[in-house]
Antibody
Framework: EVELVESGGGFVQPGGSLRLSCAAS????????MNWVRQAPGKGLEWVSY????????YYADSVKGRFTISRDNAKRSLYLQMNSLRAEDTAVYYC???????????????WGQGTLVTVSP | EIVMTQSPVTLSVSPGERATLSCRAS??????LAWYQQKPGQAPRLLIY???TRATGVPARFSGSGSETEFTLTISSLQSEDFAIYYC???????????FGPGTKVDVK
């Protein structure tokens, strides 16, 4: 069974840093593209970042470009999001997500973790 | 950036009734459109991809249609477990720049 478990969320002051992790199990992690998607409290969903299976290609939403870095460790079956220069508007639940549900295109997020809450506040 | 809009914001429906949700893209996304269901405190659940293909395990009462810029999610006979927020999402571009609609809340009439 596919399982994605995020961790690393918490409270941080504006300008601070935080590193999120997503532990994957139940599938061959090294063969799948992975993404981070976030959701501000009471708001909608926002795609944040993508990483290729090898880790050689990464893409970011304009709202986080230059501040966030996505990475992965295939040996540890883990996905990461290093978040620097955090702002109040980065406050959100952060989900790691993978294709699934029968869809083979990146963007059809059939598997999601339970999310980890990041709160940026003075 | 492709902007997704959804209507209505809230849809009040009685159990057993039909619900029709709309999603519009600011430019063509072909059929690269997904629908998700989200309940309070839970992660989103993929319902539809490719505009009209039900994801694995999704009941047949959920159906999707449309292409290019206009899309519809229909729930043929609402069950109690279907009251939730529904989001559409386009995944048409590469490099990825997925965007989601603001959501439609389906609640009990």
């Amino acid at each position: 069974e596919v399982e994605l478990v995020e961790s690393g969320g918490g409270f941080v002051q504006p300008g601070g840093s935080l590193r999120l992790s997503c532990a994957a199990s139940g599938f061959t992690f090294s063969t799948y593209e992975m993404n981070w998607v976030r959701q501000a409290p009471g708001k909608g969903l926002e795609w944040v970042s993508y990483i290729s299976p090898s880790g050689n290609s990464m893409y970011y939403a304009d709202s986080v470009k230059g501040r966030f870095t996505i990475s992965r460790d295939n040996a540890k079956r883990s996905l990461y999001l290093q978040m620097n220069s955090l702002r109040a508007e980065d406050t959100a639940v952060y989900y790691c997500a993978r294709i699934g549900g029968g869809c083979s295109y990146n963007g059809c997020y059939g598997y999601w973790g339970q999310g980890t809450l990041v709160t940026v506040s003075p | 950036e492709i902007v997704m809009t959804q209507s209505p914001v809230t849809l009040s429906v009685s159990p057993g009734e039909r619900a029709t949700l709309s999603c519009r893209a600011s430019q063509s996304v072909s059929s690269n459109l997904a629908w998700y269901q989200q309940k309070p405190g839970q992660a989103p659940r993929l319902l539809i991809y490719g505009a009209s293909t039900r994801a694995t395990g999704v009941p047949a009462r959920f159906s999707g249609s449309g292409s290019e810029t206009e899309f519809t999610l229909t729930i043929s006979s609402l069950q109690s477990e279907d009251f939730a927020i529904y989001y559409c999402q386009q995944y048409n571009n590469w490099p990825p720049d997925d965007t989601f609609g603001p959501g439609t809340k389906v609640d009990v009439k």
